[in-house]
Each structure stands twice: as structure tokens, then as C-alpha cells.
């Protein structure tokens, strides 16, 4: 049992360095949280980052949630797992897996040259599995909904999101703007930003990790005629704009590293 001091309160991952990178592709890889003793702002909002890391702009988002008018509803909650997520995204290579089962190694350089994937995961789902569905059966649901953002208008809610794989993606979430909290330096310490983006879309390069807010803002109404209220439950997909990550064995689509996020009631509603 090995015995470590935690670091900073953040999103860590932690993987296989052995014959890097087949190991991690392989699947001997995953994420570390590790809560601050300290992570209030000044202010009193909870934020899930040490007090020590804080920004001027990061605890400038967190105090707004709930008080400012753009932010009408909740603050963000500490200890809730609806508002606090982890995306792990990963690849696989068939044809690569296939031969190191046969008992082929193939690491370094060449693996990466050679690598050519034809599935895409979110937390080891793809497509379909990555959220829940009427359908959805109940020895897959918890899988699905430990992904799946569900809240009302007004509950903010973290995204963990880091790389596992070799592949770059472009999430991209219809809805809202996410707010960029974190990133890693070259040490993989992670640092909270200075200057806080909305992002449309968010690029996650192999082994990167970022900390990204879902504010659940209700979004503005398109002019339409007749007028007519859109009805709750509002939902929205979450997809990759690294377009062939949103397919599956070479070609079914949409498959791959999609999911969805739903907003189930305005902010006042009980």
C-alpha cells in the first residue's frame, strides 16, 4: 500500500509509466481527486481548489454563483456528486490491442505512429452508454449518470475533464458557455487560470487535465412565431469537434465520445 502525502486540492491522473505509452492506452491509468483542507474563497464560497492556488478570477467566479444577477440560484456545493463530475477521456486501437494479445509489444515512438483509433470513451463508455436514456438498464444507469450532468437552472456544476489517450479532442457542449478553472503545469501541478474563459470549446490534448464549470445558465430565447415557451426538461449534447472521435469501429455514427446534459426545471421551481 503505498503512502503519500496529498498535494493541492485538485484533478489529478495517474497512470502505468512502464513502456510508455502501451500501458496507459491499455487501460492502467485513471483519476486522483484530491479534496483542500481549505478550499473556501474569502468570500465563503466553496470552491473544490486549495485557498492557496485561488485567482482573484476564480474566486471572483465561485462568489458570483448565487449572487450575482447573471447567476441567480445555488452556489456551487462541495460534496455533491450531481455537481461534481469527472470525464476521463480514452481511446482504443482494435488492431494494437488485438496484437499485443497475441503477445506483439510495441511502445515508444513507434506505438504512437502506428496508433490509429476506432473507439472513444467517456469513463470507459462510448455513445449510447454515456448517459441515461429511458431505455437505459439499471446495471448500466449509475455508470451512465456518474457522467451525465442533471440539475435545474441555477446548480453549477464542476466538469473534471483529463486524457488518458493519445488523441486531442475539441469538447464542445451546446447550451452554455463552460467557464476554464484549471490547468497543469509541465510537473502536472495543477494551477488555478488568471484569466477565466468562456469556452464554446475546450481542447484536450493527450494527458491534459482541466477543471471546467457548467453553470447551468438558462439559455436565451430564439425569436420564433408564434412565441412559445420551451419545455422543461431542456437537453443538450456534448460532443468532440475532433470529428472522428464521434464515430465508432471505423464508421458508426454517433457513437464515440458524445453525451448530453439536462436541465430539468427552472430555477424556482419545487
Known amino acids: 500500500m503505498p503512502d503519500f502525502v496529498a498535494p493541492v486540492g485538485g484533478s489529478y ?12 492506452i491499455l487501460g492502467l491509468h485513471g483519476a486522483f481527486i484530491v479534496d483542500p483542507a481549505l478550499g473556501t474563497t474569502v468570500a465563503g464560497s466553496a470552491t473544490p481548489f486549495s485557498r492557496a492556488m485561488h485567482t482573484p478570477q476564480i474566486a471572483a ?18 460534496g455533491d456528486p450531481a455537481r461534481d463530475k ?4 480514452s481511446q482504443t486501437d482494435s488492431a494494437i490491442n488485438a496484437r499485443v494479445a497475441s503477445g506483439y509489444r510495441i511502445s515508444g515512438q513507434a506505438l504512437i505512429d502506428a496508433f490509429l483509433p ?64 484549471t490547468e497543469a503545469d509541465a510537473s502536472g501541478v495543477p494551477y488555478c487560470e488568471t484569466n477565466v474563459y468562456e469556452r464554446d470549446v475546450w481542447i484536450m490534448r493527450p494527458m491534459d487535465r482541466k ?34 472521435s464521434q464515430t465508432a469501429g471505423g464508421g458508426n455514427y454517433p457513437q464515440g465520445l458524445v453525451t448530453h446534459w439536462t436541465m430539468t426545471s427552472p430555477i424556482y421551481a419545487f
Open 211 to 244: 477543471d471546467m464549470i457548467l453553470p447551468f445558465e438558462r439559455p436565451p430565447d430564439v425569436p420564433v412565431w408564434p412565441p412559445r415557451e420551451e419545455p422543461f426538461p431542456l437537453k443538450y449534447v456534448m460532443h468532440c469537434h475532433t470529428e472522428m
Open 118 to 181: 476506432d473507439y472513444f470513451h467517456i469513463n470507459g463508455l462510448s455513445g449510447f452508454d454515456t448517459a441515461v436514456h429511458d431505455t437505459t438498464a439499471s446495471v448500466d444507469r449509475a455508470a451512465a449518470q456518474a457522467i451525465e450532468p442533471v440539475g435545474k437552472q441555477g446548480q453549477p456544476t464542476l466538469l473534471r475533464v483529463m486524457n488518458a489517450g493519445l488523441c486531442t479532442h475539441s469538447a464542445h457542449i451546446h447550451g452554455n458557455h463552460l467557464f476554464e478553472c
Open 86 to 89: 469527472l470525464w476521463l477521456f
Open 61 to 78: 467566479v465561485f462568489d458570483a454563483f448565487g449572487r450575482h444577477p447573471r447567476f441567480p440560484g445555488e452556489r456551487w456545493k462541495a
Open 13 to 24: 491522473l495517474y497512470h502505468d509509466p512502464y513502456e510508455p505509452p502501451l500501458n496507459r
